[in-house]
């Protein structure tokens, strides 16, 4: 049983399109996170839900707007997607906030737009 | 702005050699250092945690060393092994959220 896992793994778009990506833990945790990780693997945290409340929105564009409908699901979704916008997108989970050093990360999506 | 700052950017170690990686850090509430091995096409996974009041942690080849008055970390990989070839994050957090070095690729030789 995958612990964090997303779909889909690879999502390939033209500029200009919206798309969705989701994320579901089956590991009981309460908080969920989205990070991004670039080209020269830089992971940066976007976003951070515990309990389904948004903790943590860092500078990242408004066309990004995470959803979370329960504690084991966060779904991001992106409108006008850009060049920029292509990276690798992981989700992960933590028991709760004060274990956050304790990540369990997805196998991450794949995201090229053209 | 990088937050933990990160080296070296990639190393290369033949097997059975010591794999060192160096780390330092600013923000004084950071008070848990994780340190994050990535295959390549997978996600991070948790390798092995130090708290500040420890100097030193060992779990089986792995071993963080921990300078609090230098604000400075280090993981060293003994025996290192292809299977190691990885790239390792340092991270540290003030207990809400995570902030990850730059990432060191490290390639072991047979």
């Known amino acids: 049983d995958t612990a964090v896992s997303q779909t889909p793994k690879y999502l390939v778009t033209q500029m200009g399109n919206d798309k969705s990506i989701k994320c579901e833990q089956n590991?009981?945790?309460?908080?969920m996170y989205w990070y991004k990780q670039d080209s020269k693997k830089f992971l940066k945290i976007m976003f951070s839900?515990?309990?389904?409340?948004?903790?943590i929105n860092e500078t990242v564009p408004n066309r990004f707007s995470p959803k979370s409908p329960d504690k084991a699901h966060l779904n991001l979704h992106i409108n006008s997607l850009e060049l920029g916008d292509s990276a690798v997108y992981f989700c992960?989970?933590?028991?709760?906030?004060?274990?956050?050093?304790?990540?369990?990360f997805g196998p991450g999506t794949r995201l090229t737009v053209t | 702005q990088q937050q933990v700052k990160q080296s070296p950017q990639s190393l290369i170690v033949q097997k059975g050699g010591i794999s060192i990686i160096n780390c330092a850090y600013e923000?004084?509430?950071?008070?848990?250092f994780p340190w994050y091995q990535q295959f390549p096409g997978k996600g991070p996974a948790l390798l092995i945690a130090?708290?500040?009041?420890?100097s030193e942690k060992k779990e089986g080849r792995f071993t963080i060393s921990f300078n609090k008055s230098a604000k400075q970390f280090s993981l060293h990989i003994m025996d290192s092994q292809p299977g190691d070839s990885a790239t390792y994050f340092c991270?540290?957090?003030?207990?809400?959220?995570?902030?990850f070095g730059a990432g060191t690729t490290v390639t072991v030789r047979a």
């Open positions: 992960a989970s933590s028991q709760d906030v004060e274990d956050s050093y304790e990540q369990y």
């Open positions: 590991l009981g945790h309460d908080t």
């Open positions: 839900y515990n309990n389904k409340e948004l903790i």
């Open positions: 923000n004084t509430a950071f008070d848990y």
């Open positions: 130090i708290r500040p009041d420890v």
């Open positions: 991270a540290a957090t003030p207990g809400y959220k995570l902030s």
